[in-house]
């Protein structure tokens, strides 16, 4: 699997449509059309931030699911009217699922 790092660029690039580079620091920085930008969110690893992938998607016509299993680990699926499977993961950390399965959502699969 991808490090975190690269998660957050696929992430901002495929699933939220961001144009996603590297300042002169080599942080992550992201363009949020009209030319404004920030510093790429850490969706991989920040609940807040993995929560705006789940509204973009669910913007975007998905339904969303997750669940924590005896386990411990979380699983996450994104679907359309609750029975197409678009896409599916499961990890210990719930920010990380989200992410996983919202880009093979939209046809990422980097596992």
């Known amino acids: 699997m991808?490090?975190?790092r690269e998660i957050n660029w696929f992430v901002a690039e495929k699933v939220m449509n961001w144009h996603v580079w590297e300042n002169e620091e080599g942080d992550?920085?992201?363009t949020k059309g009209y030319?404004?930008?920030s510093h790429c969110p850490s969706?991989?690893?920040?609940?807040?931030?993995a929560w705006q992938v789940v509204e973009k998607?669910?913007?975007?016509?998905?339904?969303?699911?997750?669940?924590?299993?005896?386990?411990?680990?979380?699983n996450v699926e994104f679907s359309k009217d609750f029975f197409f499977l678009f896409g599916f993961a499961e990890s210990e950390n719930a920010s990380l699922a989200i992410?996983?399965?919202a880009l093979k959502a939209v046809g990422v699969n980097i596992e």
């Open 2 to 4: 991808k490090n975190y």
């Open 28 to 30: 992550l920085m992201v």
């Open 35 to 37: 030319g404004c930008y």
């Open 43 to 49: 969706f991989s690893t920040n609940i807040a931030d």
């Open 57 to 74: 998607l669910k913007n975007d016509g998905f339904d969303f699911q997750v669940w924590l299993e005896k386990n411990g680990k979380y």
């Open 99 to 101: 992410c996983l399965a």
